[in-house]
């Protein structure tokens, strides 16, 4: 944890200062009074929302594996299935987007006609598992 307090940005810990700019994790600069200092971080980790996903899946009966895109960052992080469908997902944090190469992988995929879905919330999770399973 940094003394410097989180980016409000992309609440990444500060971790340097340079000409009285505080710069965070990521590279963001900003005003040091920019900086909330607290303990921890408010947001929910995107682990927590994969593993409710892995969760649900495999509580309607789907099977849910782990992906890895050998020579192609930014693909989806899982695959889900269940009886006549499946998909492809990229969890995030709540109000976490993709970034623009995990975009670009996905659009590629899609292209080709791929069900790409990028879910953010637990909530998105119960949504995508009731349209696949209904």
């Not at 990444?12 to 303990?39: I, S």
């Not at 989806?76 to 492809?88: I, K």
């Amino acid at each position: 944890m940094s003394d410097l307090g989180y980016c409000p940005d992309c609440n990444a810990p500060g971790v340097g200062r340079r000409r009285g700019t505080v710069y965070c994790l990521n590279g963001h600069g900003h005003a040091p009074d920019a900086f909330v200092h607290r303990v921890t971080a408010p947001r929910v980790k995107e682990q927590l929302v994969e593993s409710y996903l892995v969760q649900r899946v495999k509580e309607t009966g789907g099977t849910v594996r782990k992906v890895r895109w050998d020579g192609h960052p930014g693909a989806p992080d899982r695959l889900c299935g269940w009886p006549g469908r499946h998909g492809l997902v990229e969890t995030k944090r709540p109000h976490g987007k993709a970034e623009a190469h995990q975009a670009r992988e996905h659009d590629k995929l899609r292209a080709i006609g791929f069900r790409v879905d990028v879910i953010d919330t637990k909530e998105g999770v119960d949504a995508y598992v009731a349209e696949m399973t209904g």
